[in-house]
């Protein structure tokens, strides 16, 4: 079966990024992304437009997700872990690798299989180009299925941040990608970036772990590779400490967020985590 050239150029630049240790650069052709000036997002949904374009964006992604599921585009093949959800007294930031456009549709079904979605709204940090320049239906998706974009301008990100640790403090759940880039059906960890868990520190929530493995299915998608089979694995919560300086807290999380994630890795694919361009420290 013929490969289709784009995606063959994107796994040539992963490759590259990987040897030169350069794991938070994007590595696909995404639309450039608009500055979002302050009080253009309303983070805490309290109007009630965004509260029914939520609504409404969200009746429209049920439908795709059950589409994607019903023909074989999405494949989760077992979910692992699921307790840690519903035992969940607080809020808390969910991380999970990134590695496809779909993941995101992969943790909405791991939220709702939990019983914490009966109590609980998942929000998503988003980059600040998804949010004002991403066209069509997954732009809308982006802009109203309770997202929260980041933005390149200090004085909305002081209001991202205020309204993060809101919606952590009112018990819900916030999926952060704290790689910070999306690399196509990659299955190494990459290395991590703080804010996820400055988040948790600063709120005094857990983080709770997502790492999904990848397996090949027997069918190809319209690419010509092969489809992936997901296993969703969601591990034990990871409390920061409230006794020292937010910052000392992060990177305590983010070190133990990382080693989690390579167990899973070391342990599901049955070899050592290394990497094209040999060890690299545990952040970015």
Not at 13 to 21: A, H, K, P
Not at 114 to 132: A, M
Not at 218 to 230: K, L, T, W, Y
Request: charged letters at 25%; aromatic letters at 10%; hydrophobic letters at 40%.
């Amino acid at each position: 079966m013929v490969q289709d050239p784009e995606r063959l150029a994107v796994l040539a630049r992963i490759d590259d990024l990987e040897r030169r240790g350069i794991f938070d650069q994007d590595v696909e052709e995404d639309p450039p992304g608009e500055m979002i000036l302050p009080g253009t997002v309303d983070y805490c949904q309290k109007k009630l437009s965004t509260r029914i374009k939520a609504k409404i964006a969200f009746a429209s992604a049920r439908k795709f997700l059950n589409k994607i599921i019903a023909d074989g585009t999405l494949r989760i093949k077992d979910i692992r872990g699921i307790e840690f959800l519903d035992n969940l007294k607080t809020g808390a930031v969910i991380t999970c690798n990134h590695f496809n456009a779909l993941d995101s549709f992969a943790m909405q079904v791991a939220y709702e299989r939990s019983t914490c979605h009966k109590q609980r709204k998942l929000f998503r940090v988003i980059r600040e180009g998804n949010y004002t320049s991403f066209p069509g239906f997954y732009g809308k998706l982006m802009r109203n299925c309770n997202t929260l974009p980041l933005s390149s301008n200090m004085a909305t990100m002081k209001e991202f941040m205020d309204a993060v640790v809101l919606h952590l403090q009112k018990g819900n759940l916030v999926l952060v990608y704290p790689e910070q880039s999306m690399w196509w059906n990659y299955r190494k960890p990459k290395p991590l970036k703080r804010g996820a868990f400055t988040f948790a520190a600063k709120a005094n929530v857990p983080v709770v772990p997502i790492f999904i493995c990848q397996e090949d299915s027997p069918d190809f998608g319209p690419d010509g590779f092969p489809i992936q089979e997901m296993t969703i694995f969601v591990l034990d919560p990871i409390y920061p400490d409230p006794s020292v300086h937010p910052i000392i807290a992060s990177q305590a999380i983010m070190d133990a967020n990382y080693e989690a994630w390579k167990k899973v890795y070391e342990s599901f694919y049955k070899t050592k985590l290394t990497y094209l361009c040999g060890d690299i420290p545990k952040k970015a």
